[in-house]
């Protein structure tokens, strides 16, 4: 399994298109060996289609020689330059930050916007393709953001529907086997 190194190591790269889709003989494109270096790969090839909003720090060639984006402003990072934020855990599911805020502001999380997100401060929103988290009160805010989409608790609700009714389907198979046997 890959090993998760601490949040702040964390970063997207992305070929600028100078590699192509599916090239995994250029060992930063395959998604499963970038996992187990702490990077996320924002033009990585899949078959579901979904918008790359994230704003990767670094673009690399083949050779993953790295040039950094000068449009990059962070993993996470708050609109007003006066405050700060920073993640202090990232899984897949899950995502906190602490926030430092002088005022009312927005946190901006470099990940793609899904409204399947939920968080239990502030008022989650999209901003250009991202997650936007506003805030209104002073402070310092821990964060916690979760991923909860309704398709797994469907998914989950029809499987265990299915386990459900095999269970009885083999039961009344015990039941009229029983049955058939005594006279």
């Given at each position: 399994?890959?090993?998760?190194?601490?949040?702040?190591?964390?970063f997207?790269?992305?070929?600028?298109?100078?590699?192509?889709?599916?090239?995994?003989?250029?060992?930063?494109?395959?998604?499963?060996?970038?996992?187990?270096?702490?990077?996320?790969?924002?033009?990585?090839?899949?078959?579901?289609?979904?918008?790359?909003?994230a704003?990767?720090?670094?673009?690399?060639?083949?050779?993953?020689?790295?040039t950094?984006?000068?449009?990059?402003?962070?993993?996470?990072?708050?609109?007003?330059?006066?405050?700060?934020?920073?993640?202090?855990?990232?899984?897949?599911?899950?995502?906190?930050?602490?926030?430092?805020?002088?005022?009312?502001?927005?946190?901006?999380?470099?990940?793609?916007?899904?409204?399947?997100?939920?968080?239990?401060?502030?008022?989650?929103?999209?901003?250009?393709?991202?997650?936007?988290?506003?805030?209104?009160?002073?402070?310092?805010?821990?964060?916690?953001?979760?991923?909860?989409?309704?398709?797994?608790?469907?998914?989950?609700?029809?499987?265990?529907?299915?386990?459900?009714?095999?269970?009885?389907?083999?039961?009344?198979?015990?039941?009229?086997?029983?049955?058939?046997?005594?006279?």
């Amino acid at each position: 399994m890959p090993q998760a190194q601490p949040p702040e190591e964390f970063f997207h790269i992305s070929s600028g298109g100078t590699v192509p889709k599916r090239e995994y003989r250029v060992t930063w494109m395959n998604p499963y060996l970038a996992l187990k270096r702490n990077r996320g790969i924002i033009d990585w090839y899949s078959p579901v289609r979904y918008g790359e909003r994230a704003v990767p720090r670094f673009f690399a060639d083949v050779n993953e020689v790295l040039t950094p984006n000068e449009a990059y402003r962070g993993e996470v990072y708050p609109l007003n330059p006066v405050n700060t934020a920073g993640l202090t855990k990232l899984s897949p599911n899950v995502i906190e930050i602490e926030a430092v805020l002088s005022g009312p502001d927005t946190i901006v999380l470099n990940q793609n916007f899904h409204p399947a997100w939920r968080t239990d401060a502030g008022t989650i929103s999209e901003r250009e393709g991202l997650i936007a988290i506003t805030i209104t009160e002073p402070g310092i805010h821990d964060i916690r953001l979760t991923f909860r989409p309704l398709s797994f608790y469907v998914g989950a609700a029809v499987s265990l529907a299915t386990l459900g009714g095999l269970v009885v389907a083999v039961r009344l198979q015990k039941l009229r086997r029983k049955r058939g046997r005594t006279p």
